[in-house]
């Protein structure tokens, strides 16, 4: 059956996150809803990651099939239709033609995320920007995410889940930016899965050190020795945007003999 991916952008501030709930509204089931409006059937989305409750996107991917071929000039028209029908704080970015092997989430290369936060308060960012009050250590919270590579078992940063074979996570990306011009900085972190609440927890984590309650050694040693009750506060949800997910094979576990999908 023919596939179709969707990159997407939202505000997730008033959704229960991106997986369907019995009551809630979710950014899965506004699309779900909106493209069995336009394509006048009912479709079913599967999406690259669940973002939780209150987490934004401007890199969401997602597939769908269609029960037959749809063009290009098509695709265009189906996107505009989409936009149309879908909330404001919804917005498809792009609709592709997809090999009919391609899966949004078991495809991906790595997932990127931005943490952005300030330490003053941001009326215009209010609702993408967490605010730590207290003066941040700057050199040591650098310090601390740059012990975040490779192959790390993440158990102090995420609730346990027997469900799961191990809680590791192949990371690839850990650093900083530079303020912008609003003074809002951002923590980029990258790796080629991530589990529940994994980034907002490293995040608090990251401000305790900066805050000098955790040193950065001691931060290392939470993925030497888990413990969940040493990291630091889970960081708020509105800070969190999912930047990116990658297809095109620039990180890859070592030795992953996969093939970027044709996406």
Sequence with gaps: MPRYSLKMAYN???YSGWQIQPSDPTIQSETEKALSLALRTHVSVYGSGRTDAGVHARGQVAHFDYGQIITEDQLKRLRRSLNGLLPNDIYVKEIRAVPEHFHARFDAHYRTYHYYFSES?????????AFFAAPLNAAA????????HGDLNCLSFTPFDPQLPHHRCWFFESRFLPPDADGRFCY?????????????SIMGTLVSVGKGRISPEA???LFKNPDRNKAGATAPAKGLVLHEVGY?????LPGQQQHAAKS
């Design 12 to 14: 997730g501030t008033q």
């Design 121 to 129: 308060h941001q009326p215009l960012h209010s609702d993408t920007t």
């Design 141 to 148: 919270m650098h310090e601390a995410a740059s012990y975040i």
């Design 188 to 200: 980029v972190i990258s790796a080629n899965r991530f589990l529940r609440n994994l980034v907002r």
């Design 219 to 221: 931060f290392l040693e």
């Design 248 to 252: 095109d094979g620039r990180w890859k």
